[in-house]
């Protein structure tokens, strides 16, 4: 399994304030972290202003064959028909990730967002982690199956779900089967969307995530250095896999 590249993401109006939160952020499939950076600056660029969040996007374990149009190989989490032999060796490099990068939460899009449940589910593989923030997650296969019955469900951490009724890809009951089964219900939120398929970076969306992270995660916490104002952000492409 070849070594996961990292990308991170500061602002650089904020560099002298270094942010405090670090948010491990999973990208969906036939993606790189590269692309899923680019695809959701904006709602980057403002999580590093008004939150002192730091992003930090990682690869998928998995090389995909290059397609027909992709100019390099993209990656994905695990395989389409996948059992416990093809997942734990994904749990073990991202457990890795995870302690050598001291974490707070994590942000995932489609598949990323199923692994982002899975981070969320196994508290003691995954210390410290006070968050999960997913969009378009599919429900299957499911935390209870990357370790065989190791996951602690419900997740006890609060989670922002982002669904979509028009997203063809990863229906809206399937994020939401996956909500109700893995995370504390008076610790979760569900934010809907018009966007189909994507983490949608309009306004009222990233002032959706701002939102979560500013009243159930960082307001329980010591309090962050603010950053320094900034230009707006450039606005970002659509985030579909």
């Not at 190989?73 to 890795?96: I, K, M, N, Q």
């Not at 990233?206 to 606005?235: E, G, I, K, N, Y």
Request: neutral net charge.
């Amino acid at each position: 399994m070849p070594p996961a590249r990292s990308y991170m993401a500061v602002d650089a109006a904020a560099t002298s304030q270094p942010p405090r939160f670090r948010l491990l952020c999973l990208h969906g499939s036939r993606q790189t972290g590269e692309l899923f950076r680019d695809r959701i600056s904006r709602l980057v660029a403002v999580l590093a202003k008004t939150c002192a969040v730091e992003c930090h996007f990682i690869d998928g374990p998995q090389v995909l064959p290059v397609a027909e149009g992709d100019t390099a190989a993209l990656r994905g989490w695990y395989p389409d028909h996948c059992g416990l032999a093809d997942l734990a060796p994904v749990l073990t490099s991202l457990e890795s990730c995870w302690t050598s990068g001291g974490y707070d939460g994590v942000l995932g899009f489609s598949a990323g967002a199923l692994v982002a449940a899975v981070v969320a589910a196994h508290p003691t593989r995954f210390p410290g982690c006070r968050c999960a923030i997913l969009a378009s997650a599919p429900a299957e296969p499911g935390p209870y199956v990357w370790t065989n019955g190791g996951a602690v469900l419900p997740a006890a951490i609060p989670s922002l779900h982002l669904v979509s009724p028009h997203d063809a890809a990863v229906p809206r009951r399937d994020s939401l089967a996956l909500q109700r089964s893995c995370f504390a219900a008076a610790l979760a939120e569900t934010y809907e969307h018009p966007k189909g398929h994507a983490l949608p970076c309009r306004v009222p969306d990233v002032d959706a995530v701002v939102r979560f992270l500013q009243q159930r995660v960082l307001s329980h916490a010591a309090p962050l250095t603010p950053m320094a104002p900034a230009q707006a952000p450039p606005p970002s492409r659509p985030s579909g896999d």
